[in-house]
């Protein structure tokens, strides 16, 4: 089985609202990730997870703020986003970082900020 | 600096009409290279990893190949099924880039029956 969940599947939120992002994947993988994604561009990298250790964030900004609370699950926590951030977010896990693993997605969460 | 270009940005194809996606790279020390296929508003899905040149996997319909500059995706006799963008990511060997992959842009594939 390689599949990633993600709740929710849509997420409507005002500017002050706080929320978050769920994210499982019971292949026993031990990296995630978590990306963001603009219509008709490619995914962009946000953080890395690496045996429950955040081990890449790429200069996100401290509204996002990622959470790894065990080997299966991650978050991201959401707090006073602007209207930009409105994208699709999807979840990733590979097997390892080390080595080249393909990465598995989520079905993404559509989250839209007003 | 590592670049992933993707090519064409979209192509049009009859069903039936067999056709190629172009993936050329240019980075100092390939480690993997990815093809997924996205379907609008969902998640990629996993197609292939290639590793090194003259490696060649099939799937179904699609059939990716690798050269030591360049990546094929070849889609014979498709179907309407088949319509998506494919993408294309590199992962370098130095140790600051494991687990980033590098996107290319995309294909955009419309099969019209």
């Known amino acids: 089985d390689t599949e990633v969940t993600q709740t929710p599947k849509h997420l409507v939120m005002g500017m002050t609202n706080k929320k978050s992002l769920k994210c499982e994947q019971h292949m026993g993988h031990r990296a995630m990730y978590w990306y963001k994604q603009k219509a008709k561009k490619p995914p962009e990298l946000m953080f890395v997870?690496?045996?429950?250790?955040?081990?890449i964030n790429e200069s996100v900004p401290s509204r996002f703020s990622p959470e790894c609370p065990n080997s299966s699950l991650l978050n991201l926590h959401l707090h006073a986003l602007q209207p930009e951030d409105s994208a699709l977010y999807l979840c990733a896990s590979s097997s390892g970082l080390a080595g080249a693993y393909e990465q598995y997605f989520g079905p993404g969460t559509r989250l839209t900020v007003t | 600096e590592d670049q992933v270009t993707q090519s064409p940005e979209a192509l049009r194809l009859q069903e039936g009409e067999s056709s190629s996606l172009n993936c050329s790279y240019t980075v100092s020390g390939l480690r993997g290279l990815f093809w997924y296929r996205q379907d609008p508003g969902k998640g990629p899905e996993f197609l292939f990893t290639?590793?090194?040149a003259g490696e060649e996997k099939e799937k179904e319909r699609l059939k990716a190949t690798l050269t030591k500059k360049e990546s094929f995706l070849h889609i014979t006799a498709p179907k309407p099924e088949d319509s998506a963008t494919y993408l294309c990511a590199v992962q370098a060997s130095w140790t600051d880039s494991w687990g980033k992959f590098q996107f290319g842009a995309g294909t955009q594939v419309v099969v019209t029956p």
């Open positions: 997870y690496s045996y429950e250790k955040l081990s």
């Open positions: 290639l590793y090194s």
